[in-house]
């Protein structure tokens, strides 16, 4: 009988690792960030943290404070309830058995990088306007 119920045990755990009842503050933090498309690195410079601390919290090793909570939460586009319980609104559990074809992988890849090197242009456009405006005299 136990080694039935440790069988059971070890297929519902495979199986239903991201359900709410099972998944981690972190296994959440991973799957939103996921399904955004962005790496640890990305999170990490949009929240102003390094990439250690993302890592820790994915990694269920730490925990943000509250006001990161808050804007994790926000830039991740998802509820803090669900965040910190999995209840209310988040993201789906991911597919694994939903292979996608080569060729879409490399649209998927392609159109990622290209969002990267556009939010780098942006970052880059502020930069200069903030240098541009700061060498304009007040009364122009």
């Given at each position: 009988?136990?080694?039935?119920?440790?069988?059971?045990?070890?297929?519902?755990?495979?199986?239903?690792?991201?359900?709410?009842?099972?998944?981690?503050?972190?296994?959440?933090?991973?799957?939103?960030?996921?399904a955004?498309?962005?790496?640890?690195?990305?999170?990490?410079?949009?929240?102003?943290?390094?990439?250690?601390?993302?890592?820790?919290?994915?990694?269920?090793?730490s925990?943000?404070?509250?006001?990161?909570?808050?804007?994790?939460?926000?830039?991740?586009?998802?509820?803090?309830?669900?965040?910190?319980?999995?209840?209310?609104?988040?993201?789906?559990?991911?597919?694994?058995?939903?292979?996608?074809?080569?060729?879409?992988?490399?649209?998927?890849?392609?159109?990622?990088?290209?969002?990267?090197?556009?939010?780098e242009?942006?970052?880059?456009?502020?930069?200069?306007?903030?240098?541009?405006?700061?060498t304009?005299?007040?009364?122009l």
């Open positions: 009988m136990a080694d039935t119920l440790a069988d059971t045990a070890a297929v519902e755990t495979e199986d239903d690792w991201y359900s709410e009842d099972r998944a981690t503050f972190g296994d959440r933090v991973t799957g939103a960030r996921e955004m498309g962005w790496s640890q690195k990305e999170l990490a410079k949009r929240l102003g943290v390094k990439l250690k601390t993302v890592a820790g919290w994915e990694g269920d090793l925990e943000p404070r509250a006001n990161k909570l808050q804007m994790l939460a926000g830039i991740l586009n998802i509820s803090l309830v669900w965040l910190l319980t999995g209840d209310g609104d988040g993201v789906d559990e991911p597919q694994e058995n939903a292979e996608l074809p080569a060729d879409v992988k490399g649209l998927l890849a392609e159109m990622r990088q290209l969002r990267g090197k556009m939010k242009n942006i970052d880059q456009m502020g930069r200069l306007e903030k240098r541009l405006r700061n304009i005299p007040d009364h």
